[in-house]
């Protein structure tokens, strides 16, 4: 960390350029948070994380298929961290991993807890897609969700209320990483029972 690459480095040509579908085990196998990161062809990293948070880094290459990254960011209860990784990018580049060590930072005098680990990132690349045929309109498909529960007993599925809260402008966008991260609210719960836990922690999230 804070140096410079060589200045010969070739990042333009490197397989690892592009945008990820990154994810992360740190030991105990949970590798429920989806990120999606680019590698830009100038030695930058940007990382969006399952709770949207970014974070931004750099990368460099260390051969033809491998390079190291590493950023330092705070975590969302005011604590800095040091991710560090070495990554191996498949033959056919259409995947990644990378082994990484993670470090605690004191925010007061910046000494490090030491490097821990390694965790394991797996990437896959983010492959684009043109459009299909439409099976009907945007507000078709979220107006599906409408009505009572016993019209759509399994309504409401976390990515669809997330649509409504950015379509429609409710609440605040943490609300939405708060309650990704509450364990109480599972993605197969009714409209009633949602609104019920809603409810009890102060949210409204709005519909048509």
């Known amino acids: 960390m804070g140096r410079s690459p060589p200045k010969d480095t070739d990042f333009a040509e490197h397989p690892l350029v592009g945008p990820w579908e990154l994810r992360a085990d740190i030991g105990d196998g949970d590798t429920s948070c989806l990120s999606q990161v680019v590698f830009t062809d100038e030695g930058a990293y940007i990382d969006v994380d399952c709770d949207g948070i970014v974070v931004i880094g750099g990368w460099e290459p260390t051969g033809d298929t491998t390079a190291n990254m590493s950023f330092t960011s705070s975590g969302p209860e005011g604590g800095v961290y040091s991710i560090r990784a070495s990554v191996e990018v498949a033959p056919d580049g259409q995947s990644f991993t990378a082994p990484f060590t993670f470090e605690l930072i004191d925010g007061a005098t910046g000494e490090g807890s030491g490097q821990y680990g390694p965790g394991m990132a797996t990437g896959t690349r983010t492959v684009v897609e043109a459009p299909g045929t439409p099976e009907g309109s945007v507000l078709d498909l979220f107006g599906q969700f409408e009505g009572t529960p016993e019209a759509a007993p399994n309504a409401w599925p976390l990515s669809g ?48």
Do not use: Q, Y
Request: with cysteine; charged share 30%.
């Open 161 to 208: 209320r997330c649509w409504l809260a950015v379509r429609r402008g409710a609440n605040d966008r943490h609300g939405i990483a708060w309650r990704a991260r509450n364990p109480d609210w599972r993605p197969g719960m009714t409209a009633a029972e949602s609104d019920r836990w809603e409810a009890a922690i102060g949210m409204t999230w709005a519909r048509s």
